[in-house]
């Protein structure tokens, strides 16, 4: 929603006065201006960039050029660009303001819009990238978030990073330009043929997003949704049925086989595409737009918040405040107001080799990836390979080296023997993680509620012999958030979710029972929890939604007494990106164009890096930035090792796994690296891209869609045929693999849970 101005913001700024807040991203603040002598149809979304980024060599040319392009913009479904000045102190833009919630707020607030009201937006959606597109342009950052609903229509906002198509030469090779979950694959390729046709993909995903709630590649982790966009695995289940063949046509991996938006415009609009006349601009319908009742009460309270700026009284000047620094503090705790995504949507910047890498198990984990709960991995520091972790308390499936004693079998669960449980209900396993005999488990349904929400379930077993213990929620509800991936262990509690989508619940360890809850926040949903020696870190997403950068809350608690330690609102942070790294001495974040590093136990940014990292799973020693390297996770300085932004494991005596010709989505086999030197030690074919590999003590496991194979870690020899263990399903490659005193624990897509000794 609309928001006070800052205490500190200019009365005027360029040829406008400034009347209220709206938001801010990832390279600048964005406030609803008027022009002199302007009346309520004259007000702009008028946005400045940051000093630091205006400092950026080459910046201000790439914003004269996109400003440039952005004019010739036109027509009734966009907000077009009225103004810019990239020569100005600090360089500013401002486009027409349209009065209304965003995309993803509508939908947030109000639920998923009807048929109807989808098949009318896809089709104005269509008209507004038709007249992008009539300009030489791509928009390049389709989302839910750069969509307004006015209370004529949709408009598409936000081409500060559509560019000409003979302007390719701005864009940094390498460097991929968009918003995570709706992306192409040639956007997540990082590939230079960007086209009108990944604008129709991306269509195609804010459709679903406005039918279903969520977009066709939701998953809790970045590196899933990136990994699923690159090989066409949409979720098009929750999809009414009117509406699944055309958003299937969009999300087509092949952009040749995508329709163009004429095409579109005569499946979404028949009637209307009959009736236009040739060569003539589609003209605004008359009469409000059929928005749903939620919808229309929503675009009123920004009418009423509009007309309050505009009647506000005008303010007496101050003294402008002295120059902010290079890099402007954090709001102090407890400035979390929510505000609206028409911030900068500049949308996220991330070197292609990082993201490939993140595909794969090393990104952003969920799941407490390196088993730092309760004393990581190695020191920071040093250039030589990681030193063995110590024995892991709780174990969690996305660790990609479990230790030494990873095949010891006198440290199995107590009287365990070999065991499987089928699912007696339709589900997906998402995630484990094991404490003593206690295995905890996620769970996604198989088919999304009524609301067309997929909600999840914790179910936890008898590590021994897989008797179940308890499931949470209880049989036949499910917490309301998509999936149940954010979730920490300590040596007596689960953390995780509430149900209701309001804060954290506390759960005992040995009976599933809800024994505390960390509060929630107004405007704010919880996203991630962890849990590091006597200390809760949480994460909750704001205004911007899910897989976008924003007014993200982040807070620490005491895990004895569950006090609130500390809390920062971050607008440039991805909210799953919370880890805790370099043996707990720090906390990790990443944002479209930064990495952080926080102190745990004040909050406050101990160092920052202008690149995006992802922490490598192996204990938290060094993140692999793009385009620099590996780094540091303790300093963020530069790691005198070999790049491995492709890695899908690293191993504490150096060796790093790599897709096999470089490519991740389709692998030629799997190479094992040196970290220090890049020099490749041993090479199989036997990995795919849905397979998990994994370093157990002294070799590698990897398990595809039928069994499991074990190599040396040295030199890649098989140590033991294949094997399929008893309860394997029949063509299915495990969704996570943790392993532990000598067993190794399997959950699958279809819900089933094995265990079986270690090859």
């Known amino acids: 929603m609309i928001g006070p101005l800052d ?195 991306c ?76 060569g003539v601009a589609p003209a605004r319908r008359e009469g409000p737009f059929p928005w749903p009742e939620g919808v229309r009460k929503q675009i009123g309270e920004y009418e009423v918040a509009v007309g309050r700026a505009l009647l506000a009284p005008v303010r007496a000047e101050v003294p402008p405040p002295p120059p902010p620094p290079l890099a402007p503090p954090e709001p102090p705790p407890g400035a979390h107001a929510r505000v609206n995504r028409l911030g900068w949507g500049i949308g996220i910047g991330i070197a292609a080799a990082a993201v490939v890498g993140v595909v794969t198990a090393v990104a952003i984990s969920l799941w407490g990836g390196g088993g730092q709960n309760e004393g990581g991995g190695s020191g920071s520091g040093g250039t030589g390979g990681p030193s063995a972790p110590p024995a892991a308390v709780t174990v969690m499936s996305t660790m990609s080296d479990f230790g030494p004693d990873a095949t010891d079998r006198a440290k199995a669960p107590d009287g365990w023997s070999p065991w499987s449980a089928v699912s007696s209900e339709p589900k997906e396993a998402e995630r484990c993680a094991l404490r003593d005999t206690t295995l905890v488990c996620s769970f996604l349904a198989a088919e999304p509620d009524e609301q067309g929400i997929r909600g999840g379930w914790l179910e936890a077993r008898d590590a021994s012999d897989g008797t179940p213990k308890w499931r949470y929620p209880a049989e036949g509800t499910t917490q309301r958030v998509v999936g149940f991936g954010p979730v920490d262990i300590d040596a007596e509690r689960v953390y995780t979710q509430a149900p209701d989508g309001d804060g954290f619940a506390v759960l005992d360890l040995a009976t599933g029972e809800p024994v505390a809850k960390l509060p929630g926040e107004p405007g704010y949903r919880p996203s991630l929890v962890r849990v590091h020696e006597g200390r809760i870190f949480t994460s909750y997403e704001g205004a911007s939604g899910e897989g976008a950068t924003g007014n993200m809350l982040f807070r620490a608690f005491s895990a004895d007494d569950r006090k609130l330690l500390w809390e920062r609102v971050i607008n440039r942070a991805y909210q799953y990106s919370l880890d805790v790294v370099a043996d707990g001495e720090r906390l990790h974040l990443t944002s479209p164009d930064s990495t952080f590093a926080l102190d745990p136990a004040t909050g406050e940014t101990v160092a920052e890096v202008p690149q995006m990292c992802t922490a490598l799973a192996q204990g938290g020693r060094y993140l692999s930035c793009s385009p620099s390297g590996m780094r540091d996770s303790a300093t963020l300085k530069k790691a005198d090792v070999y790049q491995t932004a492709l890695a899908v494991g690293l191993g504490r005596d150096g060796t790093v796994l790599v897709p096999a010709g470089g490519n991740a989505i389709d692998p030629e086999g799997l190479d094992a690296v040196d970290m220090e030197t890049g020099d490749r030690r041993w090479t199989t074919q036997e990995w795919a891209e849905s397979s998990l590999a994994v370093v157990a003590d002294d070799r590698v496991l990897i398990a595809g869609a039928d069994d499991m194979r074990s190599l040396s870690l040295a030199d890649g020899k098989e140590t033991a045929g294949r094997r399929s263990f008893e309860g394997w399903p029949e063509d299915e490659a495990p969704k996570a693999m943790l392993v532990s005193g000598g067993v190794v624990f399997l959950a699958f897509p279809d819900g089933t849970v094995l265990t079986a000794h270690v090859p």
């Open 7 to 201: 205490a500190h913001a200019p009365y005027d700024a360029g040829p406008y006065r400034l009347l209220a807040g709206l938001g801010s991203g990832g390279m600048g603040t964005v406030h609803l201006a008027l022009p002199p002598d302007g009346g309520p149809h004259d007000l702009v979304a008028f946005k400045t960039v940051r000093q630091d980024v205006e400092l950026l060599a080459d910046f201000r040319l790439r914003f004269r050029r996109e400003a440039e392009a952005a004019r010739a913009v036109r027509g009734p479904y966009v907000a077009a660009l009225v103004g810019a000045d990239p020569d100005a102190e600090r360089p500013w833009l401002a486009t027409e303001y349209v009065v209304g919630p965003s995309l993803d707020e509508a939908v947030d607030r109000s639920g998923p819009l009807p048929v109807a009201a989808v098949r009318e937006l896809g089709a104005d959606l269509a008209r507004g990238l038709a007249a992008v597109h009539g300009a030489r342009l791509v928009h390049r950052d389709l989302k839910p978030g750069n969509v307004i609903l006015g209370s004529g229509g949709p408009r598409l906002i936000d081409f500060g990073i559509a560019q000409a198509y003979d302007a390719t030469a701005l864009t940094a090779t390498g460097i991929m330009v968009g918003s995570p979950g709706f992306m192409s694959p040639e956007h997540v390729a990082a590939d230079r043929s960007v086209t009108s046709a990944s604008d129709v993909f």
């Open 203 to 278: 269509l195609g995903a804010v459709l679903c997003f406005a039918a279903t709630g969520q977009g066709p590649f939701h998953d809790s982790e970045l590196a899933a949704v990136v990994n699923r966009i690159a090989r066409g695995g949409a979720d098009l289940s929750a999809v009414p049925e009117e509406l699944r063949d055309v958003i299937t046509s969009c999300l087509h991996t092949d952009p040749g086989q995508r329709p163009t938006t004429g095409g579109l415009l005569r499946t979404l609009d028949p009637a209307g595409t009959a009736a236009a006349r040739p």
